[in-house]
């Protein structure tokens, strides 16, 4: 009953129809009309949140469904109509659209069949080549090591975006544009994502409470490639730290240490905890350091939100946004002798230089927003827009 509630209070009646609409059809999508614009969008990406854009339960659960809302935002402000459609999808409709713009697979099967159109990948990720290695070498070790049979997860299907795109707007850092081969780097420009931390920590209060042996691991799903098997493997043999494990793990992951760290009493699991609570809020006044030993993705929103709780990171070279070395520690290799390199780092760092380090970061932080991410999305688009519409399209016909 209390869940019936909250949705009605989310929607309007209206709303609440489009949505049970979209939910039973056999394709999902979204379209957005009005008859005085003449030039069509192809979004590849998530069409269910412009269905729910007044429920903030479901807005928070990723920055990705804001920042979805604000490219529907800009396109029609640019006088376009615009389709969005699962990136999953398999179907191709027949419109001919002007641009593209999107996650493969479904942005490469569109791309294809429009071939005049401008096409920009929006990537999330490092380059997939990169990824796939990654999770390969990261289950290989944990399977190895602990005699598991981890299957490979994250991997992505083989898929030829890049090479389609005219243009690629890369979430990320310049650690990620690493991860891509030579020839495709030209192409890409970097975009900061914003974040779903909405909810204020008072950094005042956090300054007179952080434990400086308290260290938070914050991840999602692909707890190997995101090194969570590392930073447990390291602190259940020190005691003396304390450790807070956020997010959904892996079943069998989770299936082998549920069994192994037992004794382990300065670990703790909480499970999946909305950034916008009191609960991690007041975990986050506390937590002084985060881990972050991901073998892909580029400064990631879990390292994000935790910066703007004045956080300070320490990230592997493929999750590290351009300024770590100022702001925290960077991991040289994904091993725990480097683990332990970045903990020693930390507990000798002086009072007055975590004090500073907290500001500092919680200061830098802020770039990371919907307003900054709008901004530099619409830039970047009107840019794209005018250069290919000079330099490319002839050379196309």
Known sequence: ???????????????????????????????????ENTKWAYISYLPEVFFRQHDDNYLNTHQNKRESLVMGQVFANNGFNFVVESFDTVSVDNRRYDIILGLEPNFCNVAKKNLDALKIYYATGAYYKHQNLMVKVRTDYFNTKHSCHVPYYRTVIE????????????????????????????????????SNLYKKISIEQKLKTYRRNEFLW???????????????????????????????????????????????????????????????IHLAERVTFGIFPSASEGAPGAMIASMKCGIIPISSKYAAFDDIDKLGFMLNNLTIDEIEASV?????????????MIMENYRYASKWSL?????????????????YTREYRDTKK
């Not at 989310?10 to 009005?34: A, D, N, P, Q």
């Not at 975006?161 to 990620?176: E, M, N, P, R, V």
């Not at 020693?344 to 500073?356: E, N, P, R, V």
Request: with cysteine; proline share 1%.
């Open 371 to 387: 307003e900054n991410f709008a901004v530099q999305f619409e830039t970047l688009l009107r840019m794209k827009i005018d250069t």
């Open 344 to 356: 020693q780092w930390a507990t000798q760092l002086k009072l007055a230089k975590i004090s500073d």
């Open 159 to 194: 898929n030829d975006a890049a090479d389609l795109a005219d243009f690629i707007f890369q979430i990320g850092s310049k650690y990620t544009l690493d991860t891509y081969p030579n020839r495709i780097r030209p192409k890409i420009s970097l975009i900061d994502q914003s």
């Open 218 to 280: 914050l991840g999602g799903g692909g707890s190997l490639l995101k090194g969570l098997d590392l930073v447990l493997d390291y602190f259940c043999q020190h005691r003396e730290l304390i450790l807070h494990v956020l997010g959904n793990i892996n079943q069998e992951v989770n299936d082998y240490y549920s069994k192994n760290l037992v004794q382990c009493d300065n670990i703790f699991f909480h499970g999946f905890v909305d950034l916008n609570t009191d609960t991690f």
């Open 1 to 35: 009953m209390k869940y019936i509630f909250s949705i009605l209070r989310c929607y309007s009646l209206t709303e609440l129809m489009s949505l049970i609409i979209f939910k039973l059809s056999k394709r999902k999508r979204y379209v957005y009309y009005k008859k």
